[in-house]
């Protein structure tokens, strides 16, 4: 009978364990049913969301933006090293034409890693697009060899890689040139140049 009672008493169990388990695959079931149905309901509201986030989106792209940032500095490499970079105390971003205008500006051109030109003005102006650099109001550019130019407006045109200098042009090399004219053109190394329009020049010798 003892034998007997515990042979009943397994059973029992087995089929208490039997239950138990088919409650635990049903509830995983159901678990996983909740589960598959909260992520379509929360796809569809991110969607639903995004699609609402990206419309205002794209139309504020359309429109101009002017983002204003202090200590902005702007560089450019090429072949892996610095070019030119461009530093100003306050610099006003507009997104719509990738351009910055710029406050209290100086810089400098690298030749081999090296200080090859540097340049200060007032204000001035970063065109991305265009690759073109401008230099207004008491505009300043000096090589390192110590020849200088002053002019009304300095533009560094990147796709030519030329300097060109409008109004009040005053170049002065060292104790041996002293120019001036209406405008004038240089390579960005300062090696070259040329003067335009009511040019005067005075040569020094040593």
């Known amino acids: 009978d003892t034998d007997r009672s515990r042979g009943l008493g397994d059973v029992y169990k087995r089929q208490l364990l039997g239950i138990s388990m088919s409650k635990k695959v049903k509830f995983s079931l159901i ?41 902005m500095l702007i560089t450019e490499t090429k072949d892996g090293q610095k070019y030119w970079e461009v530093f100003a105390a306050l610099g006003e971003y507009t997104n719509t034409k990738n351009k910055a205008t710029l ?5 400098n051109f690298y030749k081999e890693g090296k200080v090859s030109v540097s340049f200060k003005a007032d204000t001035g ?3 991305s697009d265009a690759k073109r650099i ?5 505009a300043l550019i000096i090589a390192e060899d110590g020849t200088s130019l002053s002019a009304d407006k300095i533009v560094w045109e990147g796709a030519t890689d030329k300097i060109n200098a409008f109004g009040h042009v005053q170049i002065i090399k060292s104790d041996m040139l002293y120019a001036t004219c209406d405008r004038s053109e240089f390579t960005s190394d300062f090696q070259k140049f040329k003067t335009f329009d009511n040019t005067t020049t005075k040569v020094y010798s040593k």
Do not use: R
Not at 37 to 43: K, P, R
Not at 103 to 107: A, Q, S
């Open 103 to 107: 406050t209290d500006v100086v810089g």
């Open 134 to 138: 401008t230099l207004d109001s008491k």
């Open 125 to 127: 102006m970063y065109e």
């Open 31 to 71: 678990f996983i049913t909740f589960l598959l149905i909260v992520s379509i309901i929360g796809f569809w509201q991110a969607k639903k969301i995004t699609a609402n986030f990206e419309k205002p989106q794209t139309n504020t792209n359309q429109e101009s933006e002017k983002i204003k940032i202090k200590d």
